[in-house]
């Protein structure tokens, strides 16, 4: 890392002075830090095994690995699958197979990443999808799940959408010239890649496709969708003639997303009526003939949906939160009706984060992934006839951590125009002062309607334990309060997400949580854009700021349709060749709205292999901040050069990014040289 750093300060001659004396000041703090985040890993634990087939599927990781195991073991006894179901591993059971073991794939690498890994419906070939650089472009290599032994030739330049349809047959998505996943091909195992067919060629370079199982298994959908239209394919994997079939329309405007089960197609409608989505059902061989089963709801977002043979899960958001509302369908020769009498899945925090997991589509059972702010990663298995919800897995936090020890928050701000934006909030009880002289870090994205709900991280400890209160604004360009949430926070509204932002900052200076001189941001990649924003709009709020992969020249890229994320994005931000969005675009671009003023602390990221944000827009960031800057507050630049847009991937490494990162805070507010996190 610090061989990085230098060779970063070489590149800019003029600051390698700061830059050294920043390495030898906080580079035992960052050792420190690291050291304790790693120590907070069990190091070799195991998942839940999910049950497929003749097989339970798991993932274990070992003392000192960075990477993960993929193993099987045979179901012994078959029979229902209940909440109760453990998996036998006493001398009586049958052994553990390790299907890939990522540890030996990625040495020699600097980074590995395996993308997707599919067994196929025999369950005796394995597909995974390999990224060695960071780049996204991946390998698919075919292997025997019992021999390990490679199967044919691997497919070369894929993305990581791949599917099975049959054993010996795969399906797959490559990327055009600009990175954006434009063919979906099939592949017959055996034969020459050069062979393989071309299936569908979205040629519109403002789509990009994706491709989903649906839950029965009998269906591959194939989507092209932008950020506002999104039309679906299905490919009957019963059908000899394998051919990719429209099942919704293109209409500009209407999303549409499909899955199976029975006689009938379940799929989610979203048009500029329904912006929330409804949910609909057709047959499958009338798909005009739909009845409607939740409609439209101003106050709730439909999010998804998971199809099991007996009952429908609906994921859906109210209010802020998530929420998964199950119902029990009709046999599945029957005819489906507006849905009645969902139950609601009860969650304890104010705030929280859950997440499907997989689940068996023959069964009742639903597992869900659930954690808070305080809460650590739980797995949960929730029988849908009985509401029997049992918890098969809490993330064991190493050291004495205590749940009770730590408040977490749902609060509100008041935006300029009287919206009222939620920040999530986390702190120790007996660490914190409250009285505005607590340090706080808060994080904030805001844009393509991704919602950052208030999961759990095991590295922000290193901060809450010294004191710092941890809040996360879901502002305005993010999904945490629906459509309109999103909506209202791009293109000519963008600004919103930034305004937001600050509103937040205020609220808690307002309220005591911190003052200017302790309040420090983040934010990644769009994330980093809106760090970038606000900074140049508010300098004086913030005492420092962190914005890694930041998207800060948001202007020259979004004009520039030959490098990846432009094409697709002119949704989301604005095509700049139009007068109008340009000179919006323009008004708060950071990099070109840099001005000679006073900055906090500032640290930037990139990556050098990162195909989505480029490291120039971050370099010339800074090299703009450098050149008009009036104060002598801290500017570091740290590129990292043997990743893309995620960091390393190694579970340790890629703590060493946090280490760093709030090492940097802890320096920029003088806390440095303060004693280690409170121990317990
Ligand atoms: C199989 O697919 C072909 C081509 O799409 C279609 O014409 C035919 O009706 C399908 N057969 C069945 C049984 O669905
Ligand atoms: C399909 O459904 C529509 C709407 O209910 C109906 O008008 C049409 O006749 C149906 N088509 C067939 C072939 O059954």
């Known amino acids: 890392m610090n061989t990085r750093v230098c060779l970063v300060a070489e590149i800019a001659l003029d600051f390698t002075f700061c830059v050294r004396l920043f390495v030898l000041d906080a580079k035992e703090l960052e050792g420190e830090i690291f050291a304790e985040m790693r120590a907070r890993i069990k190091e070799d634990d195991i998942e839940i095994p999910l049950r497929e087939g ?22 012994p006894i078959d029979g229902p699958i209940t909440v109760h179901d453990v998996m036998p591993t006493g001398p009586d059971a049958p052994a553990e197979h390790i299907i890939l073991d990522e540890n030996v794939k990625a040495e020699g690498h600097d980074y590995y990443n395996i993308g997707a890994l599919e067994v196929s419906p025999s369950g005796k070939l394995v597909a995974y999808a390999e990224d060695t650089k960071g780049d996204e472009i991946y390998t698919v290599f075919v292997i025997n799940a019992e021999s390990g032994q490679y199967v044919g030739q691997p497919l070369k330049g894929i993305t990581s959408d791949i599917g099975w349809a049959g054993d010996d047959i795969l399906v797959y998505i490559t990327m055009d010239s600009i990175f ?60 000899q003639s394998k051919e ?29 009526e329904f912006y929330n989505s409804e949910l609909v059902a057709c047959p499958l061989d009338n798909i005009t003939d739909t009845t409607v089963l939740i409609p439209h709801r101003g106050s709730v977002k439909i999010q998804g949906f998971q199809l099991f043979e007996n009952h429908i899960a609906v994921y859906e958001r109210e209010n802020g939160v998530p929420k998964v509302i199950v119902y029990r369908l009709p046999a599945t020769g029957e005819s489906v009706g507006q849905l009645q009498g ?51 897995n809490i993330n064991t936090v190493i050291g004495g951590f205590n749940p009770s020890n730590y408040v977490t928050e749902r609060k509100w701000s008041t935006a300029s125009d009287w919206t009222q934006i939620p920040i999530s909030i986390l702190y120790r009880k007996d660490m914190v002062k409250l009285d505005g002289s607590d340090p706080v870090l808060l994080d904030g994205y805001g844009s393509y309607e991704e919602s950052v709900d208030p999961g759990f991280s095991g590295s922000i400890f290193s901060l809450v334990d010294r004191g710092f209160i941890y809040a996360i604004a879901h502002i305005r360009g993010g999904g945490e309060m629906g459509r309109k949430w999103y909506e209202d926070g791009k293109l ?7 305004t937001d932002f600050i509103a937040c900052a205020e609220y808690l200076i307002e309220k005591k ?39 800060v020249d948001v202007l020259t890229t979004m004009l520039d349709p030959t490098i990846p994320l432009t094409t697709g994005e002119w949704e989301e931000w604005g095509d700049p060749k139009k007068e109008e969005y340009y000179y919006y675009m323009k008004s708060y671009s950071p990099v070109d709205n840099v001005k000679a003023q006073e900055y906090p602390h500032i640290l930037v990221t990139a990556g050098l292999n990162d195909p989505r944000v480029m490291y120039s827009e971050p370099a010339k960031f800074v090299a703009k901040l450098r050149e008009l800057k009036t104060d002598d507050n801290l500017l570091l630049f740290k590129c990292d050069l043997g990743a893309g847009h995620f ?4 579970r340790f490494e890629s703590l060493r990014e946090d280490a760093f990162t709030y090492a940097f805070i802890l320096k920029a507010l003088g806390m440095a040289s303060q004693t280690k996190a409170c121990l317990l």
């Not at 034969?191 to 979205?202: A, G, K, P, T």
């Not at 989903?212 to 019963?238: K, P």
């Not at 650590?376 to 029997?388: A, E, K, L, N, Q």
Request: with cysteine; net charge neutral.
């Open 54 to 75: 003749n097989y339970y599927y798991y993932e274990r990781t070992l003392t000192g690995k960075e990477y993960t195991q993929h193993c099987r073991r045979l179901v």
């Open 342 to 392: 969902g139950q609601a899945i009860d969650f304890v925090d104010p705030a929280y984060a859950v997440e499907p997991g997989p689940s068996q589509f023959h069964s009742n059972v639903i597992r869900f992934y659930y954690s808070s702010m305080r809460t650590p990663h739980s797995v949960f298995d929730y029988d849908m006839d009985t509401g029997v919800s049992v918890l098969k």
């Open 180 to 239: 954006r996943s434009d063919k979906v091909w099939l592949h017959n195992l055996g034969s020459d890649q050069s062979h393989d067919i071309c299936l569908y060629h979205e040629k519109d370079d403002m789509f990009s496709l994706g491709l989903q199982a649906s839950e029965s298994e009998q269906y591959l959908f194939v989507q092209s969708g932008s950020a506002d239209t999104n039309f679906v394919f299905y490919l009957d994997l019963s059908n």
């Open 492 to 498: 000519l509204k963008k600004k919103n997400t930034f």
């Open 244 to 272: 990719l079939v429209p099942l919704t329309p293109r209409v500009y405007g209407i999303d549409t997303e499909a899955s199976h089960r029975g006689n009938h197609f379940y799929i989610t409608r979203r048009s500029e």
């Open 647 to 650: 960091s390393k991937s190694g």
């Open 513 to 551: 949580y911190c003052s200017r001189e302790t309040l420090c941001i983040q934010g990644r990649s769009a994330g980093g854009l809106l760090i970038g924003a606000v900074l140049n709009m508010r300098p004086d709020l913030f005492k420092a700021a962190v914005a890694g992969v930041p998207f």
